[in-house]
């Protein structure tokens, strides 16, 4: 069974500093992996897919990495500004998508 | 372009009613799940169906009944709802299992 494990489980940084979450899985046999954002009381919001094939995605200030031999993704946000509070998650599909659960970021002004 | 609506948003159930979660997507994707999301225990997952007709059990599947006769509908469905079953529901589609999920926006459940 796969296990998604997100560290840290909370990240406190001032506005300005680039910041990286982690993602572990357990089973490397993966489709691909997916990261979101969800805000309080709302839906999850795709950031970032990457295929089983790629080894990085970029959408603006988001990168995010897969290493699949390690079992391991980051997602890197560059210049962080207090819009990206949020909780993000970490998903991997091998037949099913598993979620990690999640890291509670919080940008301070 | 709507993407994926699920109806209710909020519901109030006592114990033993029962109650049907629409989910409907505008998208032609062939896979749609239901999730639930508990604090502490992230999201896991009910049931899902590979396409129309067709439905599977998920992880926590107990307590929970599903049907897919349209494509872009996927019912989820509480016979005889229980306190335990308080949650936030997702519901997701995508094209196949090798694409990325698109989500709804959530119904919010109490079980009182």
């Known amino acids: 069974k796969q296990e998604v494990t997100q560290i840290p489980a909370a990240l406190s940084v001032p506005e300005g500093e680039n910041l990286v979450l982690n993602c572990s899985f357990t089973?490397?046999?993966?489709?691909?992996l997916q990261w979101f954002r969800q805000d309080p009381g709302k839906g999850l919001t795709s950031l970032l897919l990457i295929q089983s094939s790629q080894r990085e995605q970029t959408s603006g200030r988001l990168n995010a990495s897969l290493d699949k031999s390690s079992g391991r993704s980051t997602l890197y946000i560059a210049a962080s500004q207090p819009g990206d509070s949020a909780t993000y998650l970490c998903?991997?599909?091998?037949?099913?998508?598993?979620f990690g659960a999640g890291t509670r970021l919080t940008v301070k002004p | 372009n709507a993407g994926v609506t699920q109806t209710p948003k909020f519901r109030v159930l006592k114990t033993g009613q029962s109650m049907t979660l629409l989910c409907a997507q505008d998208?032609?994707?062939?896979?749609m799940y239901w999730y639930r999301q508990d604090p502490g225990m992230g999201l896991r997952l009910i049931h899902y169906?590979?396409?129309?007709?067709?439905?599977a059990k998920g992880e926590v599947p107990d307590g929970y009944n599903v049907s897919r006769l349209k494509k872009q509908n996927f019912l989820l469905g509480l016979e005889s709802a229980a306190p335990s079953q308080t949650s936030v529901y997702f519901c997701?589609?995508?094209?196949?299992?090798?694409?990325?999920?698109?989500f709804g926006s959530g119904t919010r459940l109490t079980v009182v």
């Open positions: 998903a991997v599909n091998n037949n099913d998508m598993r």
């Open positions: 997701a589609s995508s094209i196949t299992e090798f694409y990325g999920y698109t």
């Open positions: 169906s590979v396409g129309e007709g067709t439905t």
């Open positions: 089973d490397s046999a993966i489709y691909n």
């Open positions: 998208m032609n994707h062939e896979y």
